[in-house]
């Protein structure tokens, strides 16, 4: 009998070893090295990529990931800097995936890889990125305990908002809304909101229109759109310091009690309970007047990109894969996606609490979803320079340094500028070699 | 003796020829300049440098029209590519003319080399001759460029009976383009160097002239790795390059310029950077002089003050900028805080102007007066002895003693402080991009800061470059006044 059971034993063994032996990996001939360049801007995502990374590291011993993001420049400054200097990186975390596209230096991803996902959005037919998240709504974390206190309620209309800045600045005991302005791109969070809600919303081909002379951003809808989001500042609604502090501080500013709200995306929910976790906080979106919502989502051209060069690299080639596919396993994935409070883009099962779960029912519940105004490609792709003068702009409504008017103008001029070699409707800057 | 005479004699003809051969390489490289249609393929064959352009320019017009007859352009219509030959037939004759004066200048200086004087009286108009072929060049390149937008402009018109033509000439999306070679420019300057040797006098017991053609190997290498990338430069102004694709470098003409000066953001980077500058310059060397003068002076701890003082321009900028960032932060920021002790309100530093510009200004004060405090610490202390005792037994006080003699023995230092900190002025970087990232909106940007941005972060290379170029004229002129002015008055000192 003993006998007998160790032989089942055995056979079982082989029979499951049969399998692992069938998909067996294909590794590098040598070991390699893959520089690396993370998209992230805040604490929390680049704590995420370094545990991924030395993960990996010691799961594939012979690759080495070397992160070679700067610390102090945007996405695209950095990955240019690296580029004038020879050092473009093998494996990125991809932003303005048609620039780069254009410009060569990023290869078309395996098809291996992109069956990995769901819904992968193509540039020009071809897929040259592994999107990593699905975006959720942006919307207002704010205090619950200082809300039931006051007896203040979510707002359901943007008159409600306004009513309930001005209760909170009237109380005294915090800044109503605190905003991260010394870092450019966390303008983008309530630019980005407001943009929706009144200008795509208004005419959903606006970026379009402009190229081919339709619209202006003088019109009388967009200085409608951008008189109300600077009135948020220019009312008082938002802490006074908010042009030096960062987009990594505005956390601790709602856990600390020195302001009640903040915009921005789901993956604030993480920040806030490193920052506090007995902290106890809630979760709205903006509506319009009319109590209708218009979101941001969907999967956009973000994700995994490799290089031209790694791709030439038969070596670096596969490395890239297996870094691509062990981000994308389920365990990692799993625990990429809770610790960001990102909505994946496979199937795995995501535990994710209340926060997400309401944000993607507020998705579903939106009139409209979108793509963020400086993820979108096709004939409203904006020129790269325009975004970041953009916010740059909303700086300086926000001071009140410009008047919405003359800041628009400035806009409209700069527009008039870039689209001079850039414009997509005409093909004007768009050369695909 | 007479054979060792006879053997230098051979070895200096020897190392004479090489160098011809290198003038040949760097003179006749203008050749080459008008290289164009690249990536490009015409229907009528038109291809290669200018030469060729002269004689197709001969026979594009008859081309063209005869295109546009078969197109059967409707009546009053006008053909989208007209002029465009004659575009091409001035850049064809001028590619040529300057080619044939830069030959007949060659000549003369090739013949010289050997001993030969050709040009005689006659080598005063080589820096004439000179500028006459870069203007050749210039004419030539800028029609060019308006028949290869005709073209490009003509194939962007969707209308039937002008896409026929356009069909017909051209062919494909690429752009025709400029193609300027690395050794164009090099000929160039190799040429103008000639001209610039021709102007010098031969002088009996002076160092020969012809000896002065052993620069040239070190100002090829020079040429290579400073002046030609510092050309490229002012090239890339002229196109709409993005910084990473080679397709987007077209040649715009003075597009990038004419934008620059309308922009009110490059107004107001000027303003900024003329400002800083100027407070920058005047304050820190008031400060610093103080800070020597005082260091000069004091009895005890003389070498704790003078480390203490020269401590910050140990920091780099960025590490600088970070510390006040976080001092000047409004809500967390140890100033702030110690306001807030004392029942102060607390102050906007880098959230508003002008403050951001002011503090800008305070932290470039604060890091930077330590330097130039040695250097006057150092004109002070050599100033003689002899000097202050003199001016002591002639009943000077204290302070006519340091307006009448110690300040004036300090000129040598003030021309050099102040030609340095006018030109740090003018280039402050790090401390911006730290403290303020050229906010609150585009408020504290510089011309160097709003350089970097536009180039590097706004992918608008070309754009930027022309940018460098305009701060390298002001830089250029401010300098020269500033050295010019103070070189003046050092000698009257």
């Known amino acids: ?433 | 003796m007479q054979s060792d005479k006879k053997r230098r004699g051979i070895w200096q003809q020897a190392v004479r020829l090489a160098l011809s051969m290198l003038l040949i390489m760097c003179f006749l490289m203008p050749m080459f300049t008008m290289s164009a249609w690249k990536n490009v393929t015409l229907k009528n064959g038109l291809k290669g440098n200018g030469i060729t352009m002269l004689s197709a320019a001969q026979t594009i017009d008859s081309q063209l029209a005869s295109i546009v007859r078969k197109a059967k352009l409707e009546e009053g219509m006008t053909s989208p590519v007209s002029g465009a030959g004659e575009k091409l037939r001035v850049t064809g004759i001028a590619t040529l003319a300057g080619l044939i004066v830069s030959a007949v200048m060659f000549l003369m200086c090739f013949a010289e080399i050997l001993g030969v004087n050709l040009a005689g009286k006659r080598r005063r108009l080589f820096p004439i001759l000179a500028l006459v072929v870069v203007a050749l060049m210039g004419l030539g390149m800028w029609n060019f460029t308006a028949f290869a937008q005709t073209i490009k402009d003509a194939a962007a018109v969707t209308d039937e009976a002008f896409a026929k033509i356009t069909g017909k000439l051209y062919q494909g999306d690429a752009v025709p383009e400029m193609k300027i070679s690395v050794w164009a420019y090099l000929g160039i300057l190799g040429m103008l160097a000639m001209a610039a040797l021709q102007l010098l006098p031969e002088k009996k017991g002076a160092m020969s002239r012809s000896l002065l053609w052993f620069v040239v190997p070190a100002l090829t290498m020079y040429s290579c790795f400073v002046i030609f990338p510092a050309l490229s430069s002012v090239y890339l102004g002229f196109t709409s390059y993005d910084g990473i694709t080679e397709a987007s470098m077209r040649f715009i003409g003075l597009d990038n310029y004419r934008n620059i000066f309308a922009s009110a953001r490059f107004h107001s980077a000027t303003f900024n950077t003329i400002c800083i500058a100027a407070v920058f310059t005047v304050f820190v060397n008031v400060i610093a002089l103080m800070l020597a003068v005082a260091v000069d002076k004091v009895r005890w701890g003389k070498n704790i003050f003078r480390s203490a003082f020269y401590l910050p321009v140990l920091i780099s900028g960025i590490i600088a900028g970070f510390i006040w960032r976080i001092m000047f932060n409004y809500s967390f920021g140890v100033i702030n805080y110690v306001f807030g002790l004392l029942g102060m309100e607390s102050v906007k530093f880098i959230d508003a102007m002008p403050n951001a510009l002011l503090s800008i200004i305070f932290v470039l004060l604060w890091k930077n007066a330590g330097y130039y405090m040695v250097i006057y610490l150092a004109a002070l202390q050599s100033i003689s002895p002899d000097l202050l005792e003199a001016a002591s037994i002639d009943g000077a006080n204290g302070r006519q003693t340091f307006f009448h003699v110690t300040l004036p023995m300090l000129a040598g230092s003030f021309t050099i402080n102040l030609t340095l900190a006018l030109i740090n002025g003018l280039k402050v970087y790090d401390e911006i991009a730290i403290l303020t990232d050229g906010g609150p909106g585009f408020s504290t940007e510089t011309i160097t800061y709003m350089i970097y941005k536009v180039a590097f972060g706004e992918m608008r290379q070309g754009y930027g470059t022309a940018m460098a170029v305009i701060l390298f004229l002001i830089i250029l002129v401010l300098g020269g006044f500033q050295s010019t002015m103070l070189r003046k008055r050092e000698v009257q000192v």
Not at chain 1, 385 to 394: C, E, G, H, L
């Open chain 1, 1 to 433: 009998m003993k006998r007998l059971i160790a032989l089942m034993i055995a056979l079982m063994m082989l029979l499951a070893a049969v399998p692992a032996m069938a998909e067996e990996q294909i590794l590098p001939s040598d070991d390699v090295t893959l520089t690396f360049f993370a998209g992230n801007g805040d604490v929390k995502g680049n704590e995420v990529t370094e545990t991924i990374i030395a993960k990996f590291e010691e799961e594939y011993p012979m690759i080495d990931v070397v992160n070679v993001t700067p610390t102090s420049s945007s996405f695209s400054e950095g990955l240019k800097s690296l580029d004038a200097v020879g050092e473009f990186p093998d494996i990125m975390e991809a932003r303005d995936v048609p620039m780069w596209v254009r410009a060569g230096k990023i290869a078309e991803v395996d098809p291996e890889l992109i069956a990995l996902v769901n819904n992968p959005p193509a540039f020009n037919g071809k897929h040259y990125c592994v999107p990593t998240k699905s975006d959720a709504p942006l919307g207002f974390f704010y205090n619950k305990a200082y809300f039931a206190e006051k007896g203040f309620e979510e707002p359901k209309t943007y008159q409600e908002f306004l009513d309930l800045c001005e209760a909170i600045k009237a109380d005294g005991q915090m800044a109503p809304i605190v905003v991260g302005a010394a870092d450019i791109w966390h303008m983008g969070f309530s630019w980005m909101t407001w943009y929706i809600n009144y200008v795509t919303n208004t005419d959903p081909d606006f970026i379009k229109h402009l190229y081919t002379g339709e619209t202006k951003w003088t019109d009388d809808y967009v200085v409608d759109c951008f008189t109300k989001y600077a009135d948020i500042f220019l009312k008082g609604y938002v802490e006074e310091g908010f042009m030096s502090t960062s987009d990594s501080q505005i956390a601790s500013f709602l856990v600390t009690g020195k302001a009640a709200m903040f915009i921005s995306g789901s993956h604030m929910v993480a920040n806030i309970k490193d920052a506090d976790p007995s902290f106890e906080f809630g979760w709205f979106p903006l509506y319009n007047e009319d109590g209708a919502l218009n979101t941001w989502g969907g999967a956009g051209l973000n994700g995994w990109m490799y290089s031209v060069d790694c791709a030439a690299d038969e070596d670096k080639l596969i490395a890239a894969k297996l870094f691509i596919e062990f981000y994308l396993r389920d365990d990692n994935y799993a625990y990429v996606c809770s610790t960001m409070s990102m909505l994946p883009v496979t199937n795995v099962v995501v535990d994710f609490g209340e926060h997400v779960n309401e944000m993607v029912e507020v998705q579903k519940a939106s009139e409209t979803v979108e793509q963020g105004w400086n993820s979108k490609w096709g004939e409203n792709e904006i020129p790269t320079a325009f975004r970041n003068f953009s916010y740059k702009i909303a700086q300086e409504w926000a001071t009140g340094t410009k008047t919405i008017e003359q800041g628009l103008q400035e806009m409209q001029t700069e527009w008039d500028v870039e689209t001079q070699t850039f414009n997509p409707v005409t093909g004007v800057g768009i050369v695909t070699e």
